[in-house]
């Protein structure tokens, strides 16, 4: 079996250029802290081939690589000329309705389907659900008559879009969740497919994530022995992880003697969080570290910090928390969808309310003094991991998943006579097609 996993970036130069400081090769070569290939390597185990594909606005060919850590393709296929026309309109991309569309029309691409039964693919995984591109790959699905599940991990969705997505999201076998505040939302938006919505939780890889000596891990990283660490990792991007909260909170804790935050992350705020640190007078105090490719590089940060906070506004299923608990931290967060699922009040860590600052510094503060209950919450996250977010786990729900996929092929082909994906995207088009021709 040869599986197909679709990003949902508009195109790679997005997100993992724009966003991650990331080139092609280095993509290719090394990079691998995504769940893509988390589920690459998961399913090679299984002795499932997997293909992962980016639309690219470079070149004009497509581009095959195999990736140089995780057994999977990688494919960049560029986007067309439709994609670029679009572009060309101002902010066409700026809304949430302007991003669907160019999601939408960044994956037509006439011979996309050709490239899939190329390539053997039996399967496709689209990520993410309220992407326009999920459009798209279900056209496509349906023309090379294979099934294809949608993940939900986080995203969110235009009340303008749900009914398109209403429309069009049944062509999936399943729609995949990372936690049940998820799925008891996607029930509530897609009752019909009640029965189709699976939680599929993240993993953690415990061959490279578990506890280690914290000296051991400090030395390893040159940091200072005598300096008390607390860690958040996560892009830096403000609308979503909300860093500028956690240095807020930091201006709360100055009368904790020599403690310090790492911030394993880039992204677009990076520069603007420079700023806010330095107007704060943080600079001794915050550390960012830049993103850290090398995983057994983060398990030894992960390490060598006393607690994990994460001060993120919404969550899907933050890998970063299980990480985090592998390594035997409790965890400091703020009481969102996504997070709330994972923390455990008092049990594996302590939640603020309200995305208030000054609560985040107060359970923060709280565990920092209390290291008898820090080594036990700690101790009771690392037992939440292994119980609950096993490779196991979540292999076994996921192959489930797609052989049962597979065995409804046919169930799949039956389309209501006249099902349109949607009023927004045939009006759009035409006018696109003439600015391309023209």
Same mark, same amino acid.
Not at 307 to 322: A, C, K, Q
């Given at each position: ?137 279900? #056209? ?28 069009? #999201? ?269």
């Amino acid at each position: 079996m040869h599986i197909g996993i679709f990003m949902h970036t508009n195109y790679f130069e997005d997100f993992f250029v724009k966003g991650l400081g990331l080139n092609e090769e280095e993509y290719v070569n090394s990079y691998h802290n995504d769940f893509s290939f988390d589920y690459a390597r998961l399913l090679n185990k299984s002795g499932i081939r997997t293909t992962i594909y980016n639309f690219t606005q470079k070149g004009d060919h497509v581009r095959t690589y195999q990736h140089g850590v995780v057994d999977c393709t990688i494919k960049f296929i560029p986007v067309g000329k439709l994609y670029k026309a679009y572009l060309a309109i101002p902010y066409s991309h700026r809304t949430p309705i302007g991003k669907y569309i160019s999601q939408y029309v960044s994956t037509i691409k006439n011979s996309l389907a050709d490239i899939l039964k190329q390539d053997g693919i039996d399967l496709i995984y689209a990520q993410e659900y309220a992407s326009g591109r999920f459009e798209r790959l279900a #056209l496509t699905a349906k023309q090379l008559n294979i099934p294809i599940i949608a993940a939900y991990h986080g995203g969110s969705i235009h009340k303008w879009i749900l009914p398109i997505k209403k429309r069009t #999201l049944h062509k999936a076998s399943f729609l995949t969740t990372l936690n049940e505040d998820e799925q008891r939302s996607m029930v509530a938006h897609f009752p019909k497919m009640a029965d189709r919505i699976k939680l599929v939780p993240n993993f953690v890889n415990s061959a490279i994530f578990y506890s280690k000596d914290k000296e051991k891990a400090r030395a390893s990283l040159g940091l200072d022995p005598e300096t008390r660490y607390i860690i958040t990792v996560g892009r830096l991007f403000e609308h979503q992880k909300g860093h500028s909260l956690l240095v807020e909170a930091m201006q709360h804790l100055e009368a904790i003697p020599n403690l310090k935050v790492l911030i394993a992350g880039s992204g677009p705020d990076e520069q603007s969080l420079r700023e806010l640190i330095s107007q704060k007078g943080l600079t001794d105090r915050i550390i960012l570290l830049g993103s850290i490719r090398d995983k057994e590089m983060l398990a030894n940060y992960y390490n060598a910090s006393e607690l994990f906070v994460l001060p993120s506004r919404y969550e899907g299923l933050p890998l970063v928390i299980l990480e985090a608990s592998a390594c035997g931290l409790p965890t400091v967060a703020f009481n969102v969808m996504g997070v709330r699922g994972l923390v455990q009040e008092g049990v594996n860590g302590l939640l603020a309310e309200n995305l208030d600052p000054v609560g985040l510094a107060g359970a923060l503060q709280k565990l920092l003094e209390d290291e008898e209950s820090r080594t036990k919450m700690g101790e009771n996250a690392q037992e939440i991991v292994r119980l609950n977010f096993s490779e196991k786990i979540t292999s076994d729900k996921l192959l489930d998943l797609i052989k049962e996929s597979v065995g409804r092929e046919a169930a799949l082909r039956l389309w209501p006579i006249g099902d349109s994906e949607g009023s927004l995207i045939p009006t759009i088009l035409p006018l696109l097609e003439r600015q391309t021709q023209g």
